[in-house]
């Protein structure tokens, strides 16, 4: 066999058992059983693929809608690669726009507010080299995965990750508040991928309510962080962002932008303390 034939099989595999992009997915995992980047497939087609029984057991682990890259361990955000569990949220293309939001600005010390992956924390820290920050989580298993990140990344010293609910102790001042915080309503869980609601962890997901009371616990505590001029910049769920300003703005806040992912929708905002 070789590794054009497991493409082959493997992305029809795939196909038959309903998954979207089953090409790219076969790709992928082709790549991850023979312990070769992506990108080296394109001139390795013809050579030979000894690794058929591993790539069965990944290709059932993608049929059972466990997510590629929690099969594989790991996702690109902003060009970096991130270590991924069933104890995060696979991070995703639009949070990459509270990344290039924040960069807009100068800042020193950053906070982000459910940290997960902790993509959003380091990639502004290795963006920045003269920042430092930390990350809050209520999953200590999550905190492992940010602070094996940090490490990866090179950047530990700079990131501080702890344990709590929301702010916890942290008293700042911040120059920046990140956040991609659970979101959607309780009543959407049902309704979603399977990849998403049987694989990623719910109460990243759901607030267990409306999916609005994140901000509401963000807004009580955002202003009292931040130092004079700070920014608070938060991911929110396509439709949500209007009532998420208005909520955020009861803290004391105003909004300085309403922010757009790549088709267009509304999905994050940038606030600023006066």
Do not use: H
Request: charged share 25%; with cysteine; proline share 6%.
């Amino acid at each position: 066999m070789t590794f054009a034939d497991a493409q082959i099989k493997a992305a029809r595999a795939l196909r038959e058992a309903g998954i979207d992009a089953a090409a790219g997915d076969a790709r992928r995992l082709v790549a991850f059983a023979a312990g070769v980047r992506p990108e080296a497939l394109i001139v390795m087609g013809p050579d030979p693929f000894d690794a058929w029984d591993g790539l069965q057991d990944l290709i059932a682990a993608r049929i059972a809608r466990q997510p590629v890259a929690q099969i594989v361990g790991e996702r690109l955000f902003w060009g970096r690669s991130f270590r991924v569990t069933p104890d995060t949220l696979d991070p995703r293309p639009e949070t990459e726009e509270i990344v290039a939001e924040a960069l807009k600005a100068p800042f020193t010390r950053i906070l982000d507010l459910g940290t997960g992956t902790g993509c959003l924390l380091l990639t502004l820290l290795a963006e920045r080299g003269d920042a430092e920050g930390v990350g809050t989580d209520v999953s200590d298993a999550a905190l492992a995965v940010a602070r094996e990140n940090a490490n990866r990344l090179g950047i530990g010293p700079r990131a501080r990750l702890a344990l709590c609910d929301w702010f916890g102790a942290e008293t700042g001042p911040f120059d920046l508040i990140v956040s991609n915080p659970p979101y959607i309503p309780a009543a959407e869980i049902a309704g979603l991928a399977p990849e998403v609601r049987e694989w990623e962890p719910t109460g990243a997901l759901t607030d267990g309510g409306d999916g609005l009371g994140a901000y509401r616990a963000i807004a009580e505590g955002a202003a009292s962080r931040l130092a004079p001029g700070g920014r608070l910049i938060v991911e929110c769920g396509a439709g949500q962002a209007r009532d998420v300003a208005a909520i955020l703005e009861t803290g004391g806040l105003t909004l300085e932008t309403i922010l757009t992912d790549m088709d267009n929708r509304e999905r994050g905002a940038a606030l600023r303390l006066a």
